[in-house]
């Protein structure tokens, strides 16, 4: 390399002073046994350059090929260029969580959004006029034992609906258990104000007829909001209608005092909730949709706690055995 850079310069240099003498009207020629004294300098010269550039060069090279190795890692690397009509396959974490939100994105089928938002309207001027101002005198005013053993007394007043259902459902191993927790509870429990049968290992159970038709196959439906009630499918919401009929304060009071218990129970469970929707009204940016989507996944997830309970749960004799206390 440095022989070729010389022989590429020496020229240059040679010609020049051939043109400064020609110009002064010396003779230009070569002398015989080598270069004369400019000559000599001007090549020497042109080695030196040479020299230094040969020397220069491997170290600018090796930066060269150390810029793209450096880039190569700063940056990630570019995707394999995908088929044309599909998408980049987005790894997914496989969790419950996100079993849960991408089912209820399927479900959430909403085709009359516009009359739901009038009537959310509608509920939320009677919660800011009536109900909220009622739900937080209720939590001051009634201390947190007291709102406890009334939460009981009406999950115990729910059982006859609770029992219709777990009989639809085929499970009479809940069907025993809710008959004798209504029984024990209703006697020993003062109304069902205390839950003795808790206590002694046998907790109760969520059943309606909106997870009789989901076992069936039924789907959700349509999302409603209605007035007063608040957010439904068509699927809950018919199966809210026949719980009402299965309680037997349907059929054992008189209107005015099925609208008095109806209200009691509907207001201490806004009041138990009432944090809760609080914070979604405060922290949403649309919160029609907030209410909606957690309304669907709180839902869904009842329902799929109510499946995983059902198949976790061991053997009936089994049971009976622990809660005896006898060897297994």
């Given at each position: 390399m440095v022989e070729a850079t010389a022989s590429v310069l020496a020229p240059g240099f040679v010609a020049r002073p051939c043109v400064r003498f020609a110009r002064s009207g010396a003779s230009c020629r070569p002398h015989d046994g080598g270069p004369g004294p400019r000559t000599g300098r001007t090549r020497r010269l042109a080695l030196g350059v040479g020299l230094g550039l040969g020397l220069l060069a491997p170290a600018s090279a090796a930066r060269a090929q150390a810029a793209p190795a450096a880039s190569e890692a700063r940056e990630p690397a570019p995707l394999p260029p995908r088929p044309m009509g599909e998408a980049y396959a987005v790894p997914r974490a496989g969790s419950e969580d996100e079993a849960l939100i991408e089912s209820v994105g399927d479900a959430g089928w909403d085709p009359f959004e516009p009359v739901n938002r009038?009537?959310?309207?509608?509920?939320?001027?009677?919660?800011?006029?009536?109900?909220?101002?009622?739900?937080?005198?209720?939590?001051?005013?009634?201390?947190?034992?007291?709102?406890?053993?009334?939460?009981?007394?009406?999950?115990?007043?729910?059982?006859?609906?609770?029992?219709?259902?777990?009989?639809?459902?085929?499970?009479?191993?809940?069907?025993?258990?809710?008959?004798?927790?209504f029984a024990i509870n209703s006697t020993l429990g003062f109304g069902g104000l205390l839950d003795p049968m808790a206590e002694s290992g046998w907790p109760g159970h969520r059943s309606d007829f909106g997870q009789t038709l989901h076992l069936v196959g039924l789907e959700p439906g349509p999302y409603f909001v209605i007035p007063l009630l608040g957010p439904t499918t068509a699927r809950d919401g018919v199966g809210t209608l026949v719980d009402g009929f299965l309680r037997p304060q349907a059929w054992l009071l008189g209107p005015a005092e099925r609208l008095l218990l109806s209200t009691t129970d509907g207001l201490t469970l806004r009041e138990e909730n009432l944090r809760g929707i609080e914070a979604l009204r405060e922290s949403s940016v649309d919160y029609y949709t907030a209410l909606r989507d957690a309304y669907l996944m709180n839902r869904e997830g009842e329902l799929r706690r109510e499946d995983a309970r059902r198949a976790a749960r061991p053997p009936l004799c089994e049971s009976v055995r622990r809660q005896l206390g006898a060897a297994p």
């Open positions: 009038v009537f959310l309207l509608l509920n939320r001027g009677i919660d800011f006029v009536l109900l909220d101002p009622l739900s937080r005198a209720y939590g001051w005013a009634v201390p947190d034992p007291a709102k406890l053993a009334i939460r009981r007394m009406f999950l115990n007043l729910n059982s006859p609906s609770i029992l219709a259902n777990d009989l639809l459902q085929l499970d009479l191993r809940d069907a025993g258990v809710t008959t004798l927790r």
